[in-house]
């Protein structure tokens, strides 16, 4: 009964900075890893990020490390990815996802995540 909905998308030139929430319902918020996920058209969904249900842990795809930063408010119930400078080749759309609890698979793997929001878009123009 997980529901994501994810928000900050928009349009923004190469070098600027956007942060994406991600609205969790759900009592089990606080002990599920959440992740970020892109996918651009015709393109596989790709692995961005991850994070830990207490947000001790985090995980980037290494392109973007440096760049990105993932981090959690239990208290809200929310996820957040903050994008900062920004590439045309980061335009996709950015979709929150919440964990399986079968822990042998990958954090990287979109098959390891049970449920997943509508995705915001992000475009980035030179």
């Known amino acids: 009964q997980v529901q994501l909905v994810e928000s900050g998308g928009g349009l923004v030139q190469a070098g600027g900075s956007l942060r994406l929430s991600c609205a969790a319902s759900?009592?089990?918020?606080?002990?599920?890893?959440m992740g970020w996920f892109r996918q651009a058209p015709g393109k596989e969904r790709e692995f961005v990020s991850a994070?830990?249900?207490?947000?001790?842990?985090?995980l980037y795809a290494d392109s973007l490390k440096g760049r990105f930063t993932i981090s959690r408010d239990n208290a809200k119930n929310t996820v957040y990815l903050q994008m900062n400078s920004l590439k045309p080749e980061d335009t996709a759309v950015y979709f929150c996802a919440a964990r399986k609890s079968d822990y042998s698979i990958s954090y990287t793997y979109k098959n390891g995540y049970a449920y997943w929001g509508q995705g915001t878009q992000v475009t980035v123009s030179s």
């Open positions: 994070i830990s249900g207490s947000g001790g842990n985090t």
């Open positions: 759900g009592r089990s918020f606080s002990r599920t890893p």
